[in-house]
């Protein structure tokens, strides 16, 4: 079709800055995939939406995870060497799990993707971010472990494993001036997840700003706000209206829901389409987004201790406003007296004549 036939529309469609992006997808931190299963829950977009381009505009993404490539082994790994070699220009480097501390093992390894030719030594995940990262557009942490350390970084651990932040350095920003981009979750949720990677690529596009990220490296439209500001059981947190035992549908802060202190948009988004979430759902919030999760958070099943003193001092302005509320909601439970079948019209309508 020449120029000249194609349809007047098309002068809305302008190429990407960049045509096509590689996404190099490590799951060989201490992980269990579950970030990797979890997106594939995703819908808006979609894993498919994004690979096969639905949003126009946009660079085409090649995507290199070994839960979902069809490449095994040798095959699959070659997009590794080949972004260090960099010839798999641009691609944004993701990393699952959380990054232990090679310095502290003299022999063996405690996670690593593929073998050294040369040495016939496996390639631990640590060289594989040292390698790739500074070749990357832009380095994403996916789950808690990766941006934070998470449950694998608990008290305790033999790996002295952390985040990437705590690896690379806070501070730390890519070949394109990108900081980390940290989407938390444990796991992660899924359509947080792709929404980060959409933004990314309309910026790479360049169709939008810098992505915003607050000072724990966080998207903050997706973490701005605290679970217990998106909870449908808020209004029983109000009405000083506690359970007392799982099941109940009331608030479920005395039986250890941290979601007033804790940045997650889960119960207010959903899990998946809309549909489940945590508190909200009847589970309790155990800040699994949170740099703090999990240590600072257990025992899970404990109230928390800050939520003993904001719990008792709503209850008894949440009990008065209970009952005033009920007073009114029975007023406007019944329907105003001039609807009624009767001869007389007592609506307190008066014609006028002109
Ligand atoms: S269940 Fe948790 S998040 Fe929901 S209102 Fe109660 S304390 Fe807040
Ligand atoms: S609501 Fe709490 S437990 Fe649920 S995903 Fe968010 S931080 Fe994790």
């Not at 390698?131 to 557009?137: D, F, G, I, N, V």
């Not at 992660?188 to 990677?197: C, G, H, I, K, L």
């Not at 508190?279 to 987004?289: E, F, S």
Request: charged fraction near 20%.
């Amino acid at each position: 079709m020449t120029a000249k036939q194609a349809p007047h529309g098309r002068v809305t469609q302008k190429a990407p800055a960049v045509a096509e992006v590689h996404i190099v997808w490590m799951t060989a931190g201490l992980g269990c995939d579950g970030d990797s299963v979890s997106i594939t829950a995703a819908t808006q977009p979609s894993i498919e939406d994004v690979l096969l381009g639905a949003i126009p505009g946009l660079p085409k993404v090649h995507l290199h995870n070994p839960v979902l490539a069809y490449e095994v082994g040798d095959d699959f790994l070659k997009y590794w060497y080949l972004a260090e070699e960099g010839k798999l220009d641009p691609f944004v480097l993701v990393v699952e799990g959380s990054i232990p501390n090679e310095k502290i093992k003299k022999e063996g390894y405690w996670a690593a993707l593929g073998t050294n030719p040369d040495t016939g030594q496996p390639i631990t995940t640590n060289e594989w971010i040292n390698r790739l990262a500074p070749k990357a557009l832009a380095v994403i942490g996916c789950g808690t472990c990766a941006t934070y350390g998470g449950i694998h970084a608990m008290e305790g651990n033999p790996t002295g494993c952390m985040g990437l932040a705590d690896y690379l350095g806070w501070d730390w920003k890519s070949k394109a001036g990108l900081p980390i981009v940290n989407v938390p979750g444990c796991p992660v949720q899924p359509d947080n997840f792709m929404e980060t990677v959409l933004y990314l690529l309309y910026q790479v596009a360049g169709l939008a700003p810098m992505i915003p990220l607050d000072d724990q490296l966080r998207p903050t439209w997706l973490f701005g706000r605290t679970v217990h500001e998106g909870c449908d059981r808020a209004g029983y947190y109000e009405g000083g209206d506690f359970a007392t035992s799982y099941g109940s549908p009331k608030c479920i802060v005395k039986l250890g829901c941290w979601g007033p202190v804790v940045n997650c948009n889960v119960p207010k988004r959903g899990w998946m389409a809309g549909l489940g979430g945590c508190p909200n759902v009847g589970g309790i919030c155990i800040g699994c987004t949170m740099p703090g999760f999990p240590d600072k958070f257990m025992p899970f099943m404990d109230e928390p201790p800050g939520a003993k003193l904001s719990s008792t001092a709503i209850g008894a302005y949440g009990k008065g406003i209970r009952a005033l509320r009920a007073l009114t909601n029975e007023t406007v439970n019944k329907e105003p007296k001039w609807r009624h079948p009767r001869a007389q019209l007592t609506t307190g309508y008066h014609p006028r004549s002109y």
